[in-house]
């Protein structure tokens, strides 16, 4: 009897146990997602200025430059407002600091994408000032591969969000 009793009193010690490292992976596991979501929102956080100033950038070029008949005034607006608002954008995205490691992908694409935005609009320019339909016609192909890159960083960022639980609405804006 004094063997089936410490049998029993054994195999409930190890069934103790094995609920408690469950209970513990299953609370490990509730942290990290919980660390995962603050860490997304804190990257949504950071850049959506960015973004919203990008955004801002390209619909004041739309008004500005590509409603303009005067081929001088839009280069002038290009050079001069445009391009030096974007090169603040790149710097801006460049500085966003991501200690999350598995968000460096999506966030690797906005670079990209604003780097691409930038170069868009500088062809752009340069086709102004050239007067060179070709340059701009370049600046067309740019501006859709800004668009794909762009979709790719956003594409990532839910995908991510969604492995973690993190319910986001993206907006567009027309």
Known sequence: MKILRRA??????????S???????????????VDAQDELI????????????????EV?????????????????????????ALQKVVEDTEAIVISFEELQPSHDKLIEAHKKLLE???????????DDESLLEKGD?????????YDEHEALFTELAEEYNLEVELEEVE
Do not use: R
């Open 60 to 84: 004041a070029a739309d008004e500005f430059v590509f409603m303009e008949e005067d081929i001088e005034s839009a280069y002038t607006y290009l050079v001069e407002t445009t391009i030096p």
């Open 141 to 149: 192909l740019l501006y859709e591969e800004y668009g794909v890159i």
């Open 120 to 130: 868009t609009y500088s062809t752009y320019a340069e086709g102004y000032y050239n």
């Open 42 to 57: 804190a990257y949504i956080e950071d850049s959506n200025p960015v973004i919203e100033a990008s955004v801002n950038v």
């Open 8 to 17: 029993l009193l054994v195999i409930s010690l190890m069934a103790i146990g």
């Open 19 to 33: 609920v408690l490292t469950a209970c513990s992976e299953i609370v490990d596991t509730i942290t990290e997602q």
